[in-house]
C-alpha cells in the first residue's frame, strides 16, 4: 500500500473509487432510512435522501420496468448519470417509474436532476 493512502485512511478519509465507482446502500435498514428522506419526483424518477458522512447510492428499478435486459439498461445510465452530477455527501435513493424504459439518456439525465432539485439536494 502507498504510504499517502495509509495517511489519508489514518485521517478516516476514503480515497476516491477507482473507476468512478459509487458506493451502494448496503442493507434493508438504510432504505428503511430513507423512508424518512427528502423527497422529489420527475416523471421517470423518484428521490429520497438523508445527509450522511459518505455518499452512497441506491438504485431501484423493479420488474414493472422491463426484463432483466431492460431493467440492468436502466440502472446503468442512473449509475452513469449520478457519476456525472458529483453529488454532495448523503445516502441517496433512485426508484425508476415503469417510464424509464422509454426515456433517453439525456431525457433521464433532465429527470434524475429535476428530481434531486425538488428534494433540495442539490441546487
Excluded: C
Excluded at 33 to 58: I, M, N
Excluded at 59 to 74: F, L, Q, T, Y
Aim: proline share 7%; net charge positive.
Amino acid at each position: 500500500m502507498a504510504p499517502h493512502a495509509r495517511g489519508a485512511e489514518a485521517l478516516g478519509q476514503r480515497p476516491p473509487a477507482p473507476g468512478g465507482r459509487l458506493l451502494s446502500l448496503k442493507g434493508d435498514r438504510a432504505f428503511q432510512r430513507l423512508r424518512k428522506g427528502k423527497a422529489g419526483r420527475g416523471r421517470y424518477v423518484s428521490a429520497k435522501w438523508l445527509p450522511a458522512p459518505e455518499l452512497r447510492v441506491g438504485i431501484v428499478v423493479s420488474k414493472k420496468v422491463g426484463k432483466a435486459v431492460v431493467r440492468n439498461k436502466v440502472k446503468r445510465r442512473l449509475r452513469e448519470i449520478l457519476r456525472r452530477l458529483h453529488l454532495p455527501k448523503a445516502h441517496l435513493l433512485l426508484v425508476a417509474t415503469p417510464e424509464a424504459r422509454e426515456a433517453g439518456f439525456a431525457e433521464l439525465f433532465q429527470d434524475v436532476v429535476r428530481a434531486l432539485r425538488k428534494s433540495g439536494l442539490v441546487q
